[in-house]
């Protein structure tokens, strides 16, 4: 699955972010690809992108209202579309559909990307959960379900 990224997109020079040239959903590997007007070309696993989704439901709305997302490891994305001329929206195995992905975002997640790797593996191992989907140890966690806008 390819996203075309229009021509008059990439030509824009209204603004110093830069722009996809490509983006393609890799399925056997779990991975979408992301290449850069600068060259920089980046592998961003699945899993990755749904732990750190932009999403109000995964980050909440203030700083300490994140949600550790777990059991994530095989999630995959079943659909990718374009909003606008400025990110795209993944639709994952998992039901989530609620992120948006800007160009800035997963730029910065691109040039991140070990880090953010390190950070989540260290709130897991911290909060005693699983990678693994359906992981006796994620019983609490997905009990929280609903995140913070539960109560909206």
């Not at 290449?35 to 899993?47: H, I, S, V, Y």
Request: aromatic share 10%; net charge negative.
């Amino acid at each position: 699955m390819r996203i075309r990224i229009p021509k008059t997109l990439r030509s824009m020079e209204t603004t110093n972010i830069p722009v996809p040239t490509r983006i393609v959903v890799h399925q056997k590997s779990k991975v979408l690809e992301v290449e850069f007007d600068t060259g920089a070309c980046f592998n961003l696993p699945f899993e990755l992108l749904r732990v750190y989704s932009p999403s109000a439901e995964v980050r909440g709305h203030g700083p300490g209202q994140e949600t550790l997302q777990v059991g994530k490891k095989e999630v995959t994305i079943n659909n990718l579309e374009p909003v606008g001329m400025y990110a795209v929206k993944p639709f994952f195995s998992d039901g989530h559909d609620s992120g948006l992905f800007s160009w800035q975002y997963l730029l910065w997640m691109g040039e991140n990307q070990e880090g953010l790797w390190e950070d989540y593996l260290e709130r897991m191992k911290n909060a005693g959960a699983s990678r693994e989907p359906n992981a006796p140890e994620n019983i609490p966690f997905e009990q929280k379900k609903g995140g913070a806008c539960a109560s909206h």
